[in-house]
């Protein structure tokens, strides 16, 4: 269960910039939850909620026409919970046109398996 993944991968739009022309945060989070929830669904076909997000910290700022990619990996499994590591990554023309790949953010996010009406079950049937 330590294998990163790519979730998903994203280019980043001017709709998705702020008054400093930089990607707002909530937008890298979005992605982030998204990712998150898409490895945890190639653990078990269930509805999954988001319990927790733990640790996240800006490290570099994103820009427009940055190709984003967020990586998950699943780090435990357990009755109702699933735990996902997720890595996000930016790629974008640095200086004399090279291409350069810049650490964004990473969080550990929690997810629940839930049925119909929201209350928690059980991640493997018995």
Known sequence: MTERN????VVML???????GTIFGGVILSHLDLA?????GKNAAKRFVTKAMENVEFLAPVFLGDTVTF???????GTTSITI???VEAERSGSEGN?????VTSARVVYVAVDE????VPIKDN
């Open 99 to 103: 291409r350069e790949t810049v650490k």
């Open 117 to 120: 009406n929201g209350r928690s």
């Open 14 to 20: 001017p709709k998705d910039t702020n008054q400093l």
């Open 71 to 77: 990586y998950a990996t699943t780090v435990k499994i």
């Open 6 to 9: 790519v979730a998903i991968r």
């Open 85 to 87: 590591d997720v890595d």
């Open 36 to 40: 998150g929830s898409t490895e945890a």
